[in-house]
């Protein structure tokens, strides 16, 4: 699956093998909230102070 800024944090979790590391190590920590899980990468990135460029290629990468 290839990730983009449209990408909701729950559908990266569910195709990801190393999601959890991944996000946590950019400071996302919400895996439990129904909430965040259906924000799209851009929508955390930008709730959190995340660079959201960075935080695709990670994700893309692995």
Do not use: R, W
């Not at 699956?1 to 959890?20: C, F, P, Q, R």
């Not at 590391?21 to 899980?37: E, K, V």
């Not at 929508?43 to 960075?54: K, M, P």
């Amino acid at each position: 699956m290839k990730y983009t800024k449209n990408t909701t944090l729950g559908e990266v979790i569910k195709s990801h093998k190393n999601a959890k590391n991944i996000l946590q190590g950019f400071g996302l920590h919400c895996f439990s909230c129904p909430f965040a899980l259906q924000e799209t990468l851009e929508e955390a990135s930008q709730v959190h102070g995340i660079d959201l460029a960075l935080l695709i290629d990670k994700l893309n990468q692995n």
